[in-house]
């Protein structure tokens, strides 16, 4: 919510009820309905759907400053998908009143989310084309790529991110079975292009991985 004037969020802080979140806990789940909308302050939080057998699948990874929740609030429905957090994280709950009454009272935040919803959107549209068109190895390379914006720190270059997810959750956001993922994971590292250590993953040949996942 950066880049909102110093009034709204005054008014945002001054109604926000802060949690501390431990990794594992669920935000909110697909299907229930908001009654407020969720400021991550610090940590990383996934977002995914399940399918019939009850298999996720990760769509998309919030960072610390992301708002979640809000589309489902804007059109006074349920959530599509759930909310889970991926590791230690303080999370701060606004209710649905205290947030609809800035949003009519304030065309900065109200442009924001619209310009938000657009590019959350557009970005979901690309990456469901670009990935129905790739195989699995190439599949992988770009979402280690994708992974290398969302786990970047500042003052650390691309080579020296360290991407932290569980193998089930890569798995589910490449969308392919496990032993399929770690097989990858072993030829990519035994071809210099990555280092593990645990979960951690480490890209040292970032051209290489442009490359395989032929993105140009």
């Known amino acids: 919510m950066t880049g909102l004037p110093k009034s709204d969020m005054k008014f945002l802080e001054a109604?926000?009820?802060?949690?501390?979140?431990?990794?594992?806990k669920t935000i909110f789940s697909e299907g229930s309905y908001p009654?407020?909308?969720?400021?991550?302050?610090?940590?990383?939080?996934?977002?995914?759907?399940?399918?019939?057998?009850?298999k996720e699948h990760i769509i998309y990874l919030c960072n610390s400053g992301e708002i979640l929740g809000y589309p489902a609030l804007l059109s006074d429905g349920p959530f599509t998908d759930s909310a889970t957090t991926?590791?230690?994280?303080?999370?701060?709950?606004?209710?649905?009143?205290?947030?609809?009454?800035?949003?009519e009272e304030s065309a900065v935040l109200s442009a924001r989310l619209l310009k938000n919803l657009?590019?959350?959107?557009?970005?979901?549209?690309?990456?469901?084309?670009?990935?129905s068109q790739k195989s699995v190895r190439e599949r992988l390379?770009?979402?280690?790529?994708i992974l290398i914006e969302k786990f970047k720190e500042k003052g650390k270059d691309?080579?020296?991110?360290?991407?932290?997810?569980?193998?089930?959750?890569?798995s589910n956001f490449v969308g392919t079975a496990v032993e399929t993922l770690v097989r990858l994971l072993r030829e990519f590292k035994e071809d210099g292009l990555i280092e593990t250590e645990g979960k951690k993953i480490r890209v040292i040949n970032i051209k290489k991985m442009v490359?395989?996942?032929n993105v140009y």
Do not use: C, W
């Open 15 to 24: 109604k926000m009820v802060k949690n501390k979140i431990k990794k594992g």
């Open 35 to 54: 009654s407020g909308i969720f400021y991550l302050i610090k940590g990383r939080i996934k977002k995914f759907k399940s399918d019939k057998n009850g």
């Open 86 to 103: 991926l590791e230690d994280s303080i999370v701060a709950f606004i209710p649905k009143a205290d947030f609809l009454k800035l949003i």
């Open 118 to 131: 657009s590019h959350k959107f557009g970005v979901l549209e690309n990456i469901i084309v670009a990935f």
């Open 141 to 145: 390379a770009l979402s280690l790529l």
């Open 158 to 170: 691309n080579k020296k991110t360290e991407i932290v997810l569980s193998r089930e959750d890569l």
């Open 211 to 213: 490359q395989i996942a």
